[in-house]
């Protein structure tokens, strides 16, 4: 898949990943459209690289819907989703003063989960009626998990979760759009110097990045943005996660 000329929809797109993402995306020639809920950033990067904005909250489907048809408008149409947008949590499963809380785990679920897939079910179904490319493709869906998925630390029971069944639909998600030309694939990044780790005491930040194998360090959005562009440029690149770590296998807590 060519990103130059290619609708390009970058979900959570406003900072960190999805920013990095939305900037290579448009600089291979894509046509971006950022959607977030946070206006400010979203229309000043918008601003900055030249793409649309819209105002979007994940888990809404009206909204998704009109991101998705903004992406979608221009010959090309949407051949290019991206979705970044997500929320951390951390909370015990059981303390001394009592269970989990079901609402902070519900509303993980709810924008991680099911906002993915939101973006995900609304993207290939705009991207099933393109026309196919040279090697039959028409689109590729790239979601977001975190190696939390694989090995989530204590006080990560909801992220862990949230980001687990990104990695388990995607599989079936690139079966279900395999006749159609559609391809799914999934990221689940490690340690990454994004708005998550900004409010951290800078002994807590140097920690986690001596804890990363090699490069020991925070990786970075543009590195995200950098395996985004291989996946939309590999077609043999389907229904699988690639871990983004730097050989970090994180410890219990």
């Given amino acids: 898949m060519r990103a130059d000329g290619s609708g390009a929809l970058v979900a959570g797109g406003a900072s960190g ?3 990095a993402s939305a900037r290579a995306l448009a600089l291979a020639g894509a046509k971006v459209t950022i959607a977030d809920r946070d206006a400010d950033l979203g229309a000043e990067l918008a601003a ?22 903004r992406a979608s408008a221009g010959p090309g149409g949407l051949r290019i989703s991206v979705c970044c947008a997500g929320i951390g949590w951390a909370e015990r499963l059981a ?4 269970a989990h809380d079901l609402e902070n785990f519900s509303k993980v679920i709810a924008v991680n989960l099911v906002g993915t897939f939101n973006v995900l079910r609304t993207a290939a179904a705009a991207m099933i009626d393109n026309e196919p490319d040279g090697e039959g493709e028409r689109g590729v869906c790239i979601n977001t998990a975190s190696i939390a998925a694989f090995d989530g ?3 990560q029971v909801a992220y862990a979760a949230s980001k687990g069944g990104i990695v388990g639909m995607t599989l079936p998600a690139a079966r279900d759009l395999s006749s159609r030309g559609v391809r799914v694939m999934t990221i689940a990044p490690g340690v990454f110097d994004t708005r998550l780790l ?21 990786g970075r959005p543009e590195e995200y943005a950098q395996l985004v562009g291989q996946i939309v440029a590999n077609p043999m690149l389907n229904g699988e996660t690639i871990r983004l770590d730097g050989a970090l296998r994180m410890k219990p807590q």
């Fill in 17 to 19: 990943l999805g920013a």
């Fill in 48 to 69: 900055e690289i030249g793409a649309e904005f819209l105002a979007t909250d994940v888990t809404d489907a009206d909204q998704v819907a009109a991101a998705i048809e």
């Fill in 95 to 98: 303390r001394s003063r009592g």
């Fill in 153 to 155: 630390q204590v006080g």
């Fill in 198 to 218: 900004e409010g951290l005491p800078e002994a807590a930040r140097l920690s986690l990045s001596a804890e990363v194998p090699f490069p020991s360090r925070l």
